[in-house]
């Protein structure tokens, strides 16, 4: 067979479309899984290799890359070595990273007593625990006797933090947002001339009565910091400098080299719990990123709610009631358009019309007590929510219309002979029928809106909100508050972090979650659309 004939017959095509979607398919399993490797090794417990180096000094880390010095121009290039250990200790020595040649390195050994701190700020602290106080008696001394005196103690500051947690955001917050209610509740009287006498003394007594509360829980909250902080445990680093550090401040201590398989697996499902139900801390390069995980999700179910029935009933009304002409194709191509249209331009109408627009005048009318500080009239995740389903509208408008147009006329017309009227028709033989069409509009839009990042920053998102946008206190639901988001959280640890080296992992990591998130989204809405297209087969689906 000739080529001129393989041409008409179409099979050069066929090969390089087969062609394109395998180096399609390759592209994306390469970086899915470089995402996974670098993703999931970040919580695996490495071993603490010492190096004993030929000016005599000792550096003690994990050992976390090994490259080809690049070294153009010149004959040693790409030759010699290079291994790069994670020391930690950057308020000892400036850097949790260093590079060493292999050619410096006189030897390498892992000391079974070389311990791994997780601890509170300045990353991870790497040596060995060599006294142990209380106040200012001296209770362990010694490698081994300091360890095992360490153990409990910082089992016990878990328990500290979680209580130290429980007043500080429970108790004390619960009474602060209690004592903001009664100073706007004032501020509210006066502003409306109704403050009278009687009503500032009702509420001058209620807040004493808070403030009663505030002191005691105050007090209790010192004595528990007093009684947690007494402990403090001094390390050794390998160059020999010490590092005092309270128990209170121990997340996380494990002697990595003493590590069985079983206890590795234990430090490593400890950390990704922690990094799935912890806050944040040290720059969001380390702990968990529950806030974020909380805010993407929320911030998709509230899009989703918001732009699924725009959508729907722009598309009934396109499709079904609006008469077709120039001014419906004009709306159409007005649609299409803006599915086009960058998200940042999205953002900035977001800014000016929801946020400084509606949020101002909202503010005006409700919240006039508050002012100047604004409740609505700055940026929070219902404003975010609305830009991204603005964003996302169009794409359910089109999967609508579509679905809708599917369904056959003669689903239709049999409604309309049994008496029906035309709303009966849509709401219960149409609407139905289309139903899986919508649901991938839906799924459509939520893969999309999930990742978005642009038009959040300016409309809500910010770097560190630990008070989520639902918790215990009245009114329980604060659509006004800011929020994480995973997609954010990737941008600001990976190009605003001032720890390069310590980010890189969490970026990798927080990238897989933000994979599962949507990838779990997106199998629920289409485990119900295969759910109705199986209870409507009659239809076009």
């Known amino acids: 067979m000739t080529f001129r004939e393989l041409l008409r017959r179409g099979d050069p095509a066929i090969w390089f479309a087969g062609t394109g979607l395998g180096i399609c398919l390759l592209m994306i399993a390469g970086m899915l899984g470089l995402i996974l490797v670098n993703g999931l090794g970040f919580f695996w417990p490495r071993p603490l290799v010492q190096a004993t180096l030929t000016d005599g000094s000792v550096l003690l880390g994990e050992q976390v890359a090994h490259e080809a010095i690049p ?21 000892l020595g400036g850097a949790d990273f260093r590079w060493v040649e292999d050619a410096e390195i006189v030897s390498r050994s892992t000391p079974a007593d070389a311990t791994y701190v997780e601890r509170r700020e300045y990353g991870p602290l790497i040596g060995r625990p060599v006294r142990l106080l209380e106040g200012e008696r001296e209770i362990a001394t010694g490698v081994d006797a300091t360890w095992e005196a360490l153990q409990p103690l910082v089992a016990r500051a878990e328990v500290d933090r979680e209580r130290i947690r ?9 009474i602060n947002a209690r004592l903001e209610r009664e100073r706007l509740a004032l501020r509210k009287l006066e502003i409306s001339g109704r403050a009278d006498p009687a009503s500032r003394d009702e509420i001058a007594a209620r807040v004493a009565e808070l403030q009663a509360e505030y002191a005691s829980a105050e007090t209790r909250l010192v004595e528990t910091l007093s009684s947690a902080s007494a402990t ?87 499709r079904e009631y609006a008469r ?45 007590e508050r002012l100047p500080t604004p409740t609505f009239g700055t940026g929070g995740i219902l404003w975010a929510s609305l830009t991204l389903g603005l964003l996302t509208v169009p794409v359910v408008i089109v999967a609508s219309e579509e ?12 409604s309309l002979a049994t008496g029906a009227t035309k709303f009966q028709t849509i709401l219960r033989v149409v609407l139905p029928a289309a139903a899986p069409g919508v649901l991938t509009g839906l799924i459509l839009a939520m893969a999309r809106g999930a990742g978005e990042v642009a038009p959040l920053m300016i409309t809500g998102v910010v770097k560190l909100a630990p008070d989520l946008p639902l918790d215990g206190v009245a009114p329980f639901v604060h659509l006004d508050r800011k929020f994480m988001h995973l997609g954010y959280h990737i941008y600001d640890v990976g190009f605003q972090s001032p720890n390069v080296e310590a980010a890189k992992p969490m970026v990798y990591a927080t990238a897989i979650l933000l994979l599962v998130i949507v990838v779990a989204l997106n199998l629920t809405a289409i485990i119900v659309r295969n759910h109705l297209r199986r209870r409507y087969q009659t239809s076009a689906f």
């Not at 070294?71 to 308020?91: A, I, M, S, W």
């Not at 679905?403 to 049999?414: I, Q």
Request: aromatic share 12%; hydrophobic share 50%; charged share 20%.
């Open 166 to 174: 429980d007043i500080e955001r429970d108790e004390i917050g619960a």
């Open 403 to 414: 679905a809708l147009g599917a369904v056959p006329r003669s689903m239709r017309e049999a």
């Open 324 to 368: 077709q002409g120039v001014l419906v194709r004009f709306v159409r191509i007005a649609v299409n358009n803006l599915a086009g249209v960058p998200s940042i331009v999205f953002g900035v109408f977001g800014l000016g019309f929801f946020v400084y627009f509606v949020g101002g005048a909202i503010d005006q009318a409700f919240f006039a």
């Open 71 to 91: 070294r153009p121009g010149t004959p040693d290039h790409l030759r010699d070595f290079r291994t790069q250990f994670k020391v930690g200790n950057r308020d």
């Open 232 to 318: 403090r445990v001094v390390f050794a680093a390998a160059d020999g400098a010490e590092k005092e550090l309270q128990t209170l401040d121990v997340y996380r201590i494990y002697r990595a080299n003493e590590l069985s398989l079983t206890g590795r697996i234990g430090v490593y499902a400890g950390r990704l719990w922690e990094f799935l139900s912890g806050d944040p801390r040290e720059s969001n390069t380390e702990g968990g990123i529950l806030p974020a995980i909380f805010g993407t999700v929320m911030m998709v179910i509230l899009m989703s709610i918001l732009a699924v029935p725009f959508g729907v009933l722009a598309a009934l009304y396109l």
